[in-house]
Every structure is written in C-alpha cells, then in structure tokens.
C-alpha cells in the first residue's frame, strides 16, 4: 500500500498548484481521501476530503472557494487543484486515505508547496 504525493513546487502569490496523490494497493474510489497540511512550527491541518462512493467534498475555510479536490478513480489518484495561492498556504502537503470503520489509515510522504515573491 502506498501514496504517493506530486505537483508541489515555488510558485509566487496569487498562483496556481495542482497537487496529485497516486494510490496502489488499494482503491482510491471506496476510500475517504483527504489533503492535509503542515506549515513550520504547526500542527497539522485538514486542508480537504473526499467521501468515497461519491463525490461529495469539504474544505478548510482558510481554503474554501480557492482550492477544489476531485478524484480520477480510472488512475486512482486524487488531487488537489489551488488557485489564488497565498503565502499562509506555504506547507508540506500530505494525502491520506481512510477506509470507514476501519484501522486502514495510510499517509503519502508530503510534497513542499511555498509560496512566496
């Protein structure tokens, strides 16, 4: 089992980043898949989901209306699309899948996003 996060990089505010997270050994569609941050010196934050079975979504309100996740289950992956990027957005960003009612818990290893002039 394992993800794997890409697309993080310098990108200077007001930017765009499209982040994306590939799933193996399991199935991306019957899980609840979330993108979390963690800037320097905070705790990790739940940035937004996914619900498996569906498409429904949720966001951070620090995110809400800039980023949008969606899930290709032809490639297995999800991702993350953020516009209007804002230097407070600078963080590793990690994916994590969660199986419902379950102890399946996997996390990627995170992919550096800063943003900055």
């Known amino acids: 089992v394992q993800l794997v996060e890409s697309g993080g990089g310098l990108v200077q505010p007001g930017g765009s980043l499209r982040l994306s997270c590939t799933a193996s050994?399991?199935?991306?569609?019957?899980?609840?898949m979330s993108w979390y941050r963690q800037a320097p010196g905070k705790e990790r934050e739940l940035v937004a989901s996914?619900?498996?079975?569906?498409?429904?979504?949720g966001y951070a309100d620090s995110v809400k209306g800039r980023f949008a996740m969606s899930r290709d289950n032809a490639q297995n992956t999800v991702s993350l699309q953020m516009n209007s990027l804002k230097p407070e957005d600078t963080a590793v960003y990690y994916c994590?899948?969660?199986?419902?009612?379950?102890?399946?818990?996997?996390w990627g290893q995170g992919t550096q996003v800063t943003v900055s002039s």
């Open positions: 994590r899948a969660y199986y419902p009612l379950s102890t399946n818990v996997y």
């Open positions: 050994g399991f199935t991306v569609s019957l899980y609840f």
């Open positions: 996914i619900a498996g079975g569906n498409d429904n979504t």
